[in-house]
């Protein structure tokens, strides 16, 4: 089966950052071949796309994280990773690490069954 395994939320100060990473398994085809993406969850709010990349490196970025975060992805190691900087409240949130169900290029969906999930993990920021 397909599993998404995120790792390194945590508790940081404002300012500071934080990096997320995924391991992919049990993919249909290469790892290379999907859309991968992070999505996250604020305390009482619909989750929210943060940024996606697509087989061809084609970077998408939530204008509230623009040149603040950096997606990237190894796809040897099977990996996703989300290199969070000068970071600030309104960035808590559980996120996601997600892989979009259909091979290819990014579709930009909205619906969760348009993608595998991981189960979480939080960050906090705190001032």
């Known amino acids: 089966q397909v599993t998404l395994v995120e790792s390194g939320g945590g508790s940081v100060q404002a300012g500071g950052s934080l990096r997320l990473s995924c391991v992919g398994s049990g993919f249909s085809y290469d790892y290379g071949q999907y859309c991968m993406g992070w999505f996250r969850r604020p305390p009482g709010k619909e989750p929210e796309a943060v940024a996606y990349?697509?087989?061809?490196?084609?970077?998408t970025y939530a204008d509230s994280v623009e040149g603040r975060f950096t997606i990237s992805k190894d796809n040897g190691k099977r990996t996703l990773t989300l290199q969070m900087t000068s970071l600030r409240a309104e960035d808590t949130a559980i996120y996601y690490c997600?892989?979009?169900?259909?091979?290819?290029?990014?579709?930009?969906?909205?619906?969760?069954?348009?993608?595998?999930w991981g189960q979480g993990t939080q960050v906090t920021v705190y001032s």
């Open positions: 990349i697509d087989p061809s490196l084609r970077i």
């Open positions: 997600a892989r979009q169900r259909r091979v290819g290029r990014c579709l930009g969906d909205s619906k969760d069954d348009a993608y595998y």
